[in-house]
């Protein structure tokens, strides 16, 4: 930092500011590359889905107990919460705009449960 050059002739500072560019570029590339892996999840149809839902409100329906990963530590019980949230999520129809659908917070909007997704499934 007082003005040295390395063997590349570049300074520490430049040489931050250099990772830091790359680091952010790598970081939108990402954003960009899942956001588009996103919305791609969106577009396999509903009807492909809706019986391996089915079959997995049936098992949530069946288990009423769950294992404690470490016994006493309320963080690592075996609850399926977020399992209900993905299943409800896959068979949720949308609103016809797909881009929309992928982006916008479902939880917000009440749709958070596979039991009454399945519910409405044949």
């Not at 570049?10 to 892996?37: C, D, I, K, N």
């Not at 089915?54 to 609850?79: C, K, L, N, Y």
């Not at 609103?95 to 519910?119: M, V, Y």
Request: charged fraction near 20%; hydrophobic fraction near 40%; avoid cysteine.
């Amino acid at each position: 930092m007082n003005g040295r050059l390395d063997i590349d002739g570049r300074s520490a500072g430049q040489r931050l500011g250099s990772t830091l560019a790359r680091m952010l570029v790598v970081f939108v590339a990402m954003q960009v590359l899942f956001s588009v892996l996103l919305f791609a999840s969106y577009l396999i149809p509903v009807e492909l889905i809706v019986d391996n839902v089915h079959d997995a409100g049936i098992v949530f329906d069946e288990q009423t107990t769950w294992e404690w990963m470490i016994p006493g530590a309320h963080s690592t019980r075996e609850d399926n919460y977020t399992d209900d949230l993905m299943l409800g999520e896959a068979v949720f129809e949308g609103t016809g705009d797909r881009l929309q659908d992928a982006f916008r917070n479902s939880i917000r909007e009440g749709r958070t449960s596979t039991r009454s997704a399945t519910q409405n499934i044949g």
